[in-house]
């Protein structure tokens, strides 16, 4: 299973990202797809997940009203939103598949997203 994530960038505040996470390479029956990211310093943290019904959650409270997260089931691809972005939103961001069946987790490449003026 390859997961290819693609989306990152530089902005600036108040700017809008839009990261995406296909998942390719076996025919895979996806619980969750979802995203970690990596602070300046900081360790790899979960970030925000969706179940295969759509059901989301953020760890972070702050993102609230400014990010969301969506998944085509079809395509086996996550996307993450990103609105109103902030300096403290800098990290390398992870995508993140947690098969069905077995629970074994797939890792993609991490996308750097980097807020600043």
């Known amino acids: 299973v390859q997961l290819q994530a693609s989306g990152g960038g530089l902005v600036q505040p108040g700017g809008s990202l839009r990261l995406s996470c296909a998942a390719s390479?076996?025919?895979?029956?996806?619980?969750?797809m979802g995203w970690y990211r990596q602070g300046p310093g900081q360790r790899r943290e979960f970030f925000a997940r969706i179940s295969s019904g759509g059901s989301t959650y953020f760890a972070d409270s702050s993102v609230e009203g400014r990010f969301f997260i969506s998944r085509d089931n079809a395509k086996n691809t996550v996307y993450l939103q990103m609105n109103s972005l902030k300096p403290e939103d800098t990290a390398v961001y992870y995508c993140?598949?947690?098969?069905?069946?077995?629970?074994?987790?797939?890792w993609g490449q991490g996308t750097q997203v980097t807020v600043s003026s």
């Open positions: 993140n598949v947690v098969a069905a069946h077995s629970g074994t987790e797939y």
């Open positions: 390479g076996v025919a895979l029956s996806i619980a969750y």
